[in-house]
């Protein structure tokens, strides 16, 4: 575990804050590192302990169609869906997966795999689409399905198929839209990506009811480390392929990461934090990430070290043990930081309720980002519509995870302009969109977002 100032504040180099002026930024990648605070002040009512004797079997839940899914994790998952009103989850099969990277493919895979299929299912997305779509769909140049491009400019007769997988992203990643499907034929699948559908990022219209429906815990918590996802699956068929692609690829999903997971979403839908270590009297910390790599590292370093010949001492020993590397890294992140005037008072006047919390930072991000643009002559930033989110009872505007940036000036590389003030963001191409929009992340930590305002500032500074 690294605990340096990359995994920190995103630079691409460890150093300290105030050389940090002079380094590039990373906006690029959406690493959700601005829920750290939250999570952080939360202490140990979410952490757990896992002894080396828990979890060892694949299996999860025997009878369960998706055999390696923890109940506690299924659980706390129809629980938020519910408080949330996000999404139906009854009569829905839950199929887990490694991130929702993961069930994607699983998706594709269900919906392509007809053993009289002759040539690959087309797969679009409306442009502007997440980026990873195609690179995800066309990795290892499957004989099942291929990339076929923008959803508006698809044309099924001309491709030869008599039907495709439209992948629908609302709210949309890069732009923050919300979407529904575009090409609406007979033929058609449907994968719903609601990576986005949160309370902190747009207002809950409505509980979303789709065939196949994903979610993530990297942008639900910002949990993106513990490569949990889930799939809401109508269909039973549908459901045992997915199942049967994460058998093939990964036998199942780590339980130390759904545990947790279940325990974090579990604290979301329940105000009290109720204490699901209940049973288990010391309280410890796994990591702050990578569960399962943490306790692999932690038991199999303890099989090659003598000094820990002692395997019956009793747990509180052994877990004090484990732990002291750790904690003192930890404080020495935590010491450091109270020296780092980005971090101050970053808890003052937020509120408990994640989704509160959360969605209060990010408002707070946007009429910041907002400002700047405005005094800018040559950015500009889209609209979001003010609507009723059932959830917080209030009219609100999206605040998405992503702020994408078109240049006023056509023609112009924004990308590269951005670039060139030391700030590492994603071209308008690799979304299907021209080279004057990029997708800066909204999600970095808020040294980082900080130096972003100030970069941009820079930017209009030149251009005046
Ligand atoms: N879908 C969208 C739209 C995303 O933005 C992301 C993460 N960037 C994912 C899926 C993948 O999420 P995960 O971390 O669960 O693999």
């Known amino acids: 575990v690294v605990f340096n100032q990359k995994a920190s504040n ?17 906006l690029d990648q959406g690493d959700p590192t ?38 506690k994790l299924s659980d706390s998952i129809k629980n938020l869906h519910r408080e949330i009103g996000n999404a139906k989850s009854n009569s829905r099969h839950i199929v887990v997966g490694t991130g929702s990277t993961q069930l994607y493919q699983a998706a594709l895979y269900a919906l392509s795999s007809s053993p009289d299929r002759t040539h690959p299912i087309s797969v679009v997305s409306a442009a502007p689409y997440y980026s990873q779509y195609p690179e995800e769909t066309d990795y290892l140049r499957s004989g099942l399905y291929k990339w076929a ?44 990506d609601l990576a986005y559908y949160w309370p902190q990022y747009t207002p809950i219209t409505c509980p979303a009811d789709h065939d196949i429906m994903l ?58 934090y109720r204490n699901f270590n209940s049973n288990k009297p010391e309280l410890n910390s796994i990591g702050v990430s990578k569960e399962s790599q943490l306790r692999a590292e932690m038991i199999l370093g303890k099989l090659s070290d003598n000094s820990y010949q002692n395997l019956n001492s009793n747990k509180p020993e052994l877990n004090s043990m484990c732990v002291s590397k750790e904690s003192q890294l930890r404080a020495a992140m935590i010491l450091g930081k109270l020296s780092d005037n980005s971090y101050q008072n970053l808890n003052s006047n937020k509120p408990d309720n994640f989704f509160e919390y ?43 995870a992503f702020a994408w940036l078109q240049c006023k000036e056509e023609d112009v590389d924004c990308e590269k302009l951005i670039k060139a003030h030391k700030m590492m963001v994603r071209g308008g191409v690799r979304f299907g969109a021209e080279k004057k929009y990029v997708r800066v992340s909204m999600l970095s930590s808020e040294g980082v977002f900080n130096l972003f305002l100030q970069r941009l500032s820079a930017i209009k500074g030149n251009f005046n």
């Not at 995103?10 to 990373?26: A, L, V, Y």
Request: hydrophobic fraction near 35%.
């Open 10 to 26: 995103g630079c691409t180099k460890s150093s300290s804050p105030s050389t940090n002026i002079s380094k590039t930024i990373n």
């Open 34 to 71: 601005l829920f750290e605070p939250y999570w952080r002040k939360m202490g140990d009512k979410c952490t757990m302990v896992i002894s080396a004797s828990d979890s060892m079997s694949y299996f999860s839940d025997a009878g369960n169609l998706c055999w390696f899914l923890e109940p």
């Open 149 to 192: 491009g923008d959803a508006y400019t698809f044309d099924k007769e001309e491709d030869g198929n008599t039907n495709y997988i439209e992948v629908v992203n609302s709210p949309s990643n890069p732009d923050g839209s919300i979407r529904e499907a575009v090409v609406k034929r007979t033929g058609g699948k449907l994968i719903h």
């Open 215 to 272: 979610f993530t815990f990297s942008k639900c918590t910002g949990h993106a480390g513990s490569r949990i996802g889930w799939a809401l699956v109508k269909d039973t068929e549908v459901a045992k392929k997915m199942i049967k692609f994460i058998e093939l690829n990964s036998i199942g999903v780590s339980k130390e990461s759904q545990l947790r997971a279940a325990m974090i979403l579990g604290t979301l839908s329940d105000n009290s």
């Open 358 to 400: 959360s969605q209060c930072l990010l408002a707070e991000r946007w009429k910041k980002l907002r400002e700047v643009v405005k005094r800018n002559q040559l950015l500009i930033l889209p609209d979001y519509p003010l609507e009723y989110c059932n959830f917080t009872g209030k009219f609100t505007q999206s605040h998405p």
